[in-house]
C-alpha cells in the first residue's frame, strides 16, 4: 500500500520562551507582530525531519511554496508555483485552488537531505479546494454561495504535482448539492484537513454550509487509500447565541495531540456579526464528541486599527513541537484594506493552550 508510515515528527530545539525577535536597527519602522509572509493565505506549515520547514499557502488563484530553515523566516515563492488551476474545462478547479493539508508519506528511508527536493523516498499528498467561482481567489474568506470542492494531487518533491482524480465527475473528491441528495452539504466541501489515524484509516475533515440552519459546520469522512471517501456526519457545529462561533465554524485543522492522546482541532468561528476569530475543540477519538476548549476564541482579532489582521484572523494551521505542550499556530490575518498574510502565534506551558503572537516580524 503506498500510503505507509507518516515521518516521525522532526527535532528542532528552540530557545524558551519563545519571542520571535527580529534584529532591531534605528532607521527601520516597527514590525507587526505575528507577521510572518504577506499576500498569502490558507497556510499549510509540515517540518521535514532534517530541519527543514515547508508552507504551503494560497497566492491569488494558486498554490506557492516556501522553505524556512527555522519556521518564522521565510524564503521567496519556490519556482515553480506547486499548483495551479486547471485548464480542462470539465473539472472542478478552473478557476481557483487552495491548499487543504499536505500528507508527507514515506518508506523506512525517510528523506534527510536538507536540499529540496528530497529524496524520492518521500511522497507528498496534497489536498486542496478547487473552484470554478473567481471569488474563491479573490476573497480571504469566500462567501457560503461560492462552490468548492476537495481535490487531491501527488508529487515526489512538492512542487510538481499530479492530479488524482476522485470518484465525482468533476475528478473532486466528494460531490455536494444534487450529487448528494442526502446529505447537508449542499453547497461546497472545502478545506480538506486529511489525518492518517492508523493504517488503512484516513480522516478528512471538511466545511460547508448547512441550509437548514443557515450555518457553516465541519463535517468528517474517512477513507482506506486517501481516494475514495465515505462521509460520516458533522464533527462541529456552531456555538449558541451570543458565542464567538455562533454563526458557524469552518477551516477545522486537527493534529493528534502527543501529550494527551487525543485530537486537536483548531477551526474559525464565526460570531453574529460576521466578525472571524480562531477556536479550539478536543476529541479523544478525533470522530465524536468534539467539544470546545473555552467559551473563547484562542485567538481574536488585533485590536490596533493599524495591524495586519485586525479585519479578521483564520484558516488555522496547528503545529506541535518538541515540548509535549508547545504549540505554534499558524495563520491568515486580513487587515482593513483586505489584504491576505500569514502570521505565527505560539503557546507553552501544561494545560489547554493559550496563544500570544510572536513580538516581530522575522526576515
Same mark, same amino acid.
Given at each position: ?10 527535532? *528542532? ?6 519571542? *520571535? ?19 498569502? &493565505? =490558507?497556510? @499549510? ?46 473539472? %472542478? ?12 508519506? =514515506? ?23 478547487? =473552484? ?34 476522485? &470518484? ?19 453547497? *461546497? ?19 460547508? %454550509? ?12 474517512? =477513507? ?7 462521509? @460520516? ?8 447565541? &451570543? ?90 490575518? @486580513? ?19 493559550? %496563544?500570544?503572537? *510572536? ?5
Amino acid at each position: 500500500m503506498l500510503l505507509a508510515n507518516l515521518l516521525p515528527p522532526a527535532r *528542532c530545539p528552540l530557545a524558551s520562551p519563545l519571542r *520571535c525577535q527580529a534584529p532591531t536597527h534605528h532607521h527601520q519602522p516597527a514590525v507587526s507582530r505575528g507577521l510572518l509572509l504577506r499576500g498569502a &493565505g =490558507s497556510p @499549510v506549515v509540515k517540518r521535514l525531519p532534517a530541519g527543514d520547514w515547508l508552507l504551503w499557502y494560497h497566492s491569488g488563484a494558486r498554490v506557492s511554496l516556501a522553505t524556512s530553515p527555522d519556521g518564522l523566516r521565510w524564503s521567496p515563492p519556490v519556482a515553480p508555483d506547486p499548483l495551479l488551476p486547471s485548464t480542462d474545462w470539465w473539472v %472542478f478547479d478552473t478557476a481557483a485552488v487552495r491548499p487543504g493539508d499536505v500528507l508527507i508519506i =514515506s518508506g523506512p528511508d525517510a528523506p534527510s537531505s536538507r536540499r529540496l527536493p528530497p529524496s524520492s523516498s518521500a511522497v507528498y499528498w496534497l489536498y486542496y479546494t478547487g =473552484s470554478n467561482d473567481a471569488r474563491l481567489a479573490s476573497s480571504p474568506f469566500p462567501a457560503a454561495d461560492v462552490a468548492a470542492l476537495p481535490g487531491l494531487a501527488i508529487s515526489q518533491d512538492g512542487r510538481h504535482w499530479a492530479r488524482i482524480e476522485g &470518484g465525482h465527475h468533476t475528478g473532486a473528491l466528494l460531490g455536494v448539492g444534487e450529487d448528494h441528495p442526502q446529505g447537508w452539504e449542499k453547497r *461546497c466541501a472545502a478545506a480538506p484537513k486529511v489525518v492518517m489515524h492508523a493504517d488503512g484509516d484516513l480522516r478528512m475533515y471538511y466545511h460547508s %454550509f448547512d441550509e437548514m440552519s443557515q450555518r457553516h459546520a465541519i463535517g468528517v469522512a474517512r =477513507s482506506r487509500d486517501g481516494i475514495r471517501w465515505e462521509r @460520516v456526519g458533522k464533527a462541529l457545529e456552531g456555538g449558541g447565541p &451570543g458565542s464567538f462561533d455562533e454563526g458557524g465554524v469552518r477551516q477545522g485543522h486537527v493534529v493528534r495531540d502527543r501529550a494527551a492522546g487525543r485530537y486537536m482541532m483548531a477551526y474559525e468561528g464565526l460570531d453574529g456579526s460576521g466578525g472571524v476569530s480562531i477556536g479550539l475543540a478536543v476529541s479523544e477519538d478525533g470522530l465524536r464528541g468534539w467539544r470546545r476548549c473555552s467559551e473563547s476564541p484562542a485567538l481574536r482579532p488585533s485590536e490596533d486599527d493599524d495591524e495586519w489582521d485586525v479585519a479578521g484572523v483564520g484558516a488555522p494551521c496547528l503545529v506541535q513541537m518538541d515540548g509535549p505542550y508547545d504549540w505554534r499556530l499558524y495563520y491568515m490575518g @486580513v487587515g482593513t484594506d483586505g489584504e491576505a498574510a500569514i502570521g505565527m502565534a505560539y503557546s507553552e506551558g501544561q494545560g489547554l493552550p493559550r %496563544f500570544n503572537r *510572536c513580538d516581530a516580524l522575522l526576515m
